[in-house]
């Protein structure tokens, strides 16, 4: 069993900036591939950004690189989620999630064995 907490989220103005952090438990953090999603209101959750178990490897959605930045800490049992030049298009309850199968690159949502309960990030025009 894997618990993931998420931090970090709030309201900001367009153009601002927010850092997403993740706690997970477990003793073999280190073997987790590591993601986070997004749900906006009316909407489906969809894939943000993924980061390997080694922190080497990364993956994001064409609407958020460049601006999103997906790390890890393994020490600290934390994966982060950097948001700059943020849009009202970004506002969204963010989720991280755990993928232990590694069956696919990127993850999808079917692929992601534990979900975190979310933190919301409002972005103002």
């Known amino acids: 069993q894997v618990q993931l907490v998420e931090s970090g989220g709030g309201s900001v103005q367009a153009g601002g900036s927010l850092r997403l952090s993740c706690a997970a438990s477990g003793r073999t953090f280190g073997s987790y591939v590591l993601a986070w999603f997004r749900q906006a209101p009316g909407k489906e959750r969809e894939f943000v950004a993924v980061?390997?178990?080694?922190?080497?490897?990364?993956y994001y959605s064409d609407s958020v690189k460049g601006r999103f930045t997906i790390s890890r800490d393994n020490a600290k049992n934390t994966v982060y989620l950097q948001m700059n030049s943020l849009k009202p298009e970004d506002t969204a309850t963010y989720y991280c999630a755990v993928d232990l199968q590694i069956n696919r690159w990127p993850p999808t949502l079917r692929d992601m064995d534990y979900w975190g309960k979310g933190t919301l990030v409002t972005v103002s025009p």
């Open positions: 980061i390997s178990r080694g922190g080497i490897n990364t």
